[in-house]
């Protein structure tokens, strides 16, 4: 069973920085890519960012490209996002999940597992 746990939310100033962590079991992690996506109340998830099986390769929505960036330590089976220079717009539940393949194209939506909170407010 694919388990996903996300950590490292909380609240935090415009401007602002934080590191999100997911730890990963139940597959073989080090052979998929891994995706972060979002979801603010009342909106619909949206992707923001993968990172492929080996790390080389990530790629990140128009949306927060410059300010996250995806990376990997497949000996921990954790995927981690930075998100740096904050905006209020970044508010929502930040998950993880397993991508379809090794690649950076498409993900297992039922894959999501526990999210993260982060507020982004002054």
């Known amino acids: 069973e694919v388990q996903l746990v996300a950590s490292g939310g909380g609240l935090v100033q415009p401007g602002g920085s934080l590191r999100l962590s997911c730890t990963a079991s139940?597959?073989?992690?080090?052979?998929?890519?891994m995706h972060w996506v979002r979801q603010a109340p009342g909106k619909i998830v949206e992707w923001i960012s993968a990172?492929?099986?080996?790390?080389?390769?990530?790629i990140n929505a128009d949306s927060v490209e410059g300010r996250f960036t995806a990376s990997r330590d497949n000996a921990k089976n954790t995927v981690y996002l930075q998100l740096k220079s904050l905006k209020t717009e970044d508010t929502g539940m930040y998950y993880c999940?397993?991508?379809?393949?090794?690649?950076?194209?498409?993900?297992?939506?039922?894959?999501r597992g526990q999210g993260t909170q982060v507020t982004v407010s002054s």
């Open positions: 990172i492929d099986s080996s790390g080389a390769g990530t």
């Open positions: 999940a397993k991508g379809r393949g090794s690649g950076l194209a498409g993900w297992e939506s039922n894959s």
């Open positions: 139940g597959f073989a992690f080090g052979s998929y890519g």
